[in-house]
């Protein structure tokens, strides 16, 4: 079943109205007729609601609510992912990745031994791109919400921002021992808040791994292996996701 998000007020008690892009595909590309059912989200609540399609305009598709389906796809807790910025288009493989495991919120982040380095107005540009493909994700893993892409923050500026989260870890590839990282995440109640920093491909360095331990972010190790960027997020991401799912 086809999945569409749209803005609450779009959802009007027994009645949904689709409009902008949507109307185009679900016209023309997916050639879909009255009495079609599909599933709309308002990318808020989490909730899914069943609707049928009744008709087709140019500009809009009226569809008729059937039910609200009250236990959505989210996890029970609020992940936060902070990117370290990677080289070429491994961000986009990684929010789409992201997006898929569950998570909440993905900021991008400007390390010291980050390669690509971003002005203002190429950031702007990246981060409309990467919100783009965190809805595109969201839709084929039928997301109860479109996870939000930051605006590229620094090293500092995230830290600042992860304080919303109850648990916070660092995985560094000079942490020792799987006891802490298994302690940690075994901890992990439903609800609570979490945030996860991961390096570029350079990692972290020795004095931005002190700023994060001073600041209530533990470091954990993934094990003895060096993971690429982007398979560390991942990593993380399917171990969290396998402890919350309800």
């Known amino acids: 079943m086809y999945q569409f998000f749209v803005e609450p007020e779009q959802i009007q008690k027994d009645r949904i ?3 902008g892009k949507d ?9 879909m007729k009255p ?8 990318g808020k609540d989490g909730k899914e609601y069943r609707c049928g399609i009744v008709e087709l305009y140019d500009e809009e598709i009226i569809c008729e609510l059937r039910f609200i389906k009250e236990d959505g796809m989210e996890l029970p807790s609020r992940i936060y992912l902070f990117q370290g910025l990677p080289k070429a288009d ?11 495991l569950g998570v909440y919120e993905i900021i991008p982040v400007s390390t010291r031994r980050a390669v690509v380095k971003l002005d203002e107005k190429k950031a702007k540009s990246k981060v409309s791109r990467w919100q783009g493909i965190a809805e595109a994700a969201a839709k084929q893993s039928k997301r109860g919400i479109i996870p939000k892409v930051q605006d590229v923050m620094n090293f500092r500026e995230a830290i600042e921002y992860s304080g919303c989260a109850k648990i916070k870890m660092i995985p560094y590839e000079l942490s020792e021992g799987m006891d802490q990282t298994r302690k940690l995440i075994e901890g992990l109640k439903p609800g609570e808040d979490i945030a996860i920093f991961i390096g570029p491909e350079g990692g972290f360095d020795k004095e931005e791994i002190e700023m994060a331990s001073d600041n209530g972010i533990s470091p954990i190790t993934l094990g003895r292996r060096i993971l690429r960027t982007e398979t560390a997020g991942m990593t993380v ?10």
Do not use: C, F, P, W
């Open 237 to 246: 991401l399917s171990i969290l996701m396998y402890h919350l799912e309800r």
């Open 90 to 100: 491994k961000m986009e493989l990684i929010i789409q990745k992201a997006v898929e």
């Open 23 to 31: 109307v185009n595909h679900i016209k023309n590309v997916l050639r």
């Open 17 to 19: 109205v689709i409009t």
């Open 35 to 42: 009495g079609e059912e599909i599933s709309v989200s308002n």
